[in-house]
C-alpha cells in the first residue's frame, strides 16, 4: 500500500482533450515531484513544489501545466498532448527538500498510466 | 548533463546466487538513494547512504557508499523470487537541487 495517492490509476485520451492527474498524500510532506516514466526507463524529473511553491520545472512543455492547491495536493493538468506524452506519471513527495545530507527519501504514488491516442 | 551511470542494465541469476549492481558518477555525489521497482509498480524507497564509506545492511542487501563518495553498489546475497524487479540508484549531486535516478538494473530470478 502507497500513502500518495493518485488518480485515474489508468487514463486514455485523444490529443485534443484537456484532461487533470491529481495526487494527494497526509503525510505532512512540503515537497511534491511530478516524474514521467517511460517503459524500461528511469523516472525523469518533471517539476518539484517546495511548500507549495513551484521550485524546479524542468523545461517539461506548456501543455503539462502543475498547480498545487495545498500543501496535500498535486495536480498536473493536461492539454493538446502529443502520442509521445504517453507514459507512466508518478507523483512523489518527501517531507521536504532538504541539502546536502539531509535529503529525504521520496515516497511514491501508483502513479497514472496514461496513453495518448 | 549530470548523470549517475548504473550497471549492468539486465542480469539473470539462478535462486540463490548472488547479485549486484553499480552506480558511477564523475562528480562527487552529496547522498545516494536506492529504490526498488516491481515489474508494473512504483518505485519503493529501499535506503540512503550519506557518509563517505558507508555501509549498511538489510537482512540479505548491502548497500556501500565509495570513499569518494562518487559511486555505490548494492549487493543481494543468496537471490530469492521475491528480489526481481529494478533496482535504481539516485543521487544529489554535491551543489545540486534535484534527484538523479541511474539507468537501473533489472533483476530476474530464474527459480
Known amino acids: 500500500d502507497t500513502e500518495v495517492t493518485q488518480t485515474p490509476k489508468h487514463l486514455v485520451m485523444g490529443m485534443t482533450n484537456k484532461k487533470s492527474l491529481k495526487c494527494e498524500q497526509h503525510?505532512?510532506?512540503?515537497?511534491m515531484y511530478w516524474y514521467k516514466q517511460k517503459a524500461k526507463k528511469p523516472p525523469e524529473l518533471m517539476f518539484v513544489y517546495s511548500y507549495e511553491k513551484l521550485s524546479i520545472n524542468e523545461s517539461v512543455p506548456s501543455r503539462f501545466s502543475p498547480e498545487c492547491p495545498n500543501s496535500s495536493l498535486l495536480n498536473l493538468h493536461l492539454h493538446a498532448l502529443q502520442p509521445e506524452d504517453s507514459a507512466l506519471y508518478l507523483c512523489?513527495?518527501?517531507?521536504?527538500?532538504?541539502?546536502?545530507?539531509?535529503?529525504?527519501?521520496?515516497?511514491f504514488g501508483d502513479g497514472t498510466r496514461l496513453s495518448i491516442l | 548533463g549530470q548523470q549517475v551511470m548504473q550497471i549492468p542494465q539486465y542480469q539473470h541469476v539462478q535462486e540463490g546466487e548472488d547479485f549486484t549492481t553499480y552506480c558511477n558518477s564523475s562528480?562527487?555525489?552529496?547522498?545516494i538513494q536506492w529504490y526498488k521497482q516491481r515489474p508494473g509498480g512504483h518505485p519503493v524507497f529501499l535506503i540512503q547512504l550519506v557518509k563517505s564509506g558507508e555501509v549498511k545492511k538489510q537482512k540479505r542487501l548491502t548497500f556501500q557508499f565509495g570513499e569518494a563518495k562518487k559511486n555505490s553498489s548494492l549487493h543481494i546475497t543468496a537471490t530469492q523470487t521475491t528480489d526481481v524487479g529494478t533496482y535504481f540508484c539516485a543521487a544529489y549531486m554535491e551543489y545540486g537541487n534535484k534527484l538523479v535516478f541511474g539507468a537501473g538494473t533489472i533483476l530476474r530470478v530464474k527459480s
Open positions: 562528480t562527487t555525489l552529496s547522498n
Open positions: 503525510m505532512g510532506h512540503r515537497a
Open positions: 512523489a513527495s518527501s517531507q521536504d527538500r532538504g541539502t546536502g545530507g539531509g535529503r529525504q527519501p521520496q515516497h
